[in-house]
């Protein structure tokens, strides 16, 4: 129900636009959010939004990083910017919340199949 796109390799400093491309009844009634995972570390909280204008985000991402709904369309989209070797990993589009600051994996109910990012040095 939830469907990423847009991964890719980029170099450092590069930009990637991922989207989340998510079914009506989940994307109108839930948080819809970013994490990632690493290669060998834990999935870890990027980014969330509610409504259109509400966002919250891991300070390592402030100011880079932009996440923003169409709701025409059902999507969600992360703009990243400015990426660095460290973030590379497989990105996964989250839903399920209904606060905007649920930071942990076990507060999402619905996951998508992620999306492999990768970061050149």
């Known amino acids: 129900q939830l469907v990423e796109s847009g991964g890719g390799l980029v170099q450092t400093g590069g930009s990637l636009r991922l989207s989340c491309a998510a079914s009506?009844?989940?994307?109108?009634?839930?948080?819809m959010g970013w994490f990632r995972q690493a290669p060998g570390k834990e999935r870890e909280f990027v980014a969330t939004i509610r409504c259109i204008t509400t966002t919250y985000y891991a300070d390592s991402v402030k100011g880079r990083f932009t996440i923003s709904r169409d709701n025409v369309r059902s999507t969600v989209y992360l703009q990243m910017n400015s990426l660095k070797p460290e973030e590379t990993g497989v990105y996964y589009c989250?839903?399920?919340?209904?606060?905007?600051?649920?930071?942990?994996?076990?507060?999402?109910?619905?996951w998508g199949q992620g999306t492999q990012v990768t970061v050149s040095s």
């Open positions: 009506g009844r989940i994307f109108n009634n839930y948080v």
């Open positions: 989250a839903a399920g919340s209904k606060t905007l600051t649920t930071t942990s994996p076990s507060g999402y109910d619905y």
